[in-house]
C-alpha cells in the first residue's frame, strides 16, 4: 500500500553514470526503465542559426514509492539538484502520483517529457 509515483528525471549523458551508481546502490535497476536520447535545438539569433544537439539518459520508473526521506530519493534528487546548480540545461525531474498531480519538479522537464491528462468513459456493461 501507500501512495505511488510515476518518476522520470534525466541527465546529460556524461553524468549517467553517477545515476547507475545510486541505482546499484539500491538495487533499483530493475525498476528503472533508462536510455539515452538526443534532444536538439536552434538558436535562431545568430548569423548563421546555431544548432545544438544534447545526450541526455533518461530513466523512469512507473508505480514506485518515491518519498522525501527514502534513502534512494534523497540521494537521486540531491544528485539532480547539484547538477542543475551547476548548469540548469544539466538534468531535470518530474514525479506524477497516482492522483494525477505533479507532486515534486526540478530543472526544465517540460522539454523532455509530455504530461497529458485526459478523461476517459468507463466501459462498465456489468450492471
Known amino acids: 500500500m501507500g501512495f505511488r509515483t510515476t518518476v522520470i528525471f534525466g541527465v546529460k549523458k556524461d553524468y549517467q553514470q553517477k545515476v ?10 530493475d525498476v ?15 548569423t548563421p542559426n546555431i544548432k545544438h544537439t544534447e545526450y541526455y539518459a533518461i530513466f523512469k520508473a512507473d508505480d514506485i514509492k518515491w518519498y522525501e526521506g527514502y534513502p534512494y530519493v534523497d540521494e537521486v534528487e540531491g544528485l539532480i539538484y547539484n547538477l542543475i546548480n551547476e548548469d540548469e540545461e544539466n538534468a531535470f525531474m518530474v514525479c506524477l502520483g ?20 485526459e478523461l476517459q468513459i468507463i466501459d462498465n456493461t456489468d450492471f
Open 20 to 29: 547507475f551508481d545510486i541505482l546499484n546502490k539500491y538495487d533499483l535497476n
Open 32 to 46: 528503472f526503465e533508462s536510455g539515452v536520447r538526443t534532444y536538439g535545438w536552434t538558436e535562431y539569433d545568430k
Open 98 to 117: 497516482e492522483d494525477s498531480i505533479i507532486h515534486g519538479e526540478q530543472g526544465f522537464w517540460w522539454d523532455y517529457v509530455n504530461h497529458v491528462s
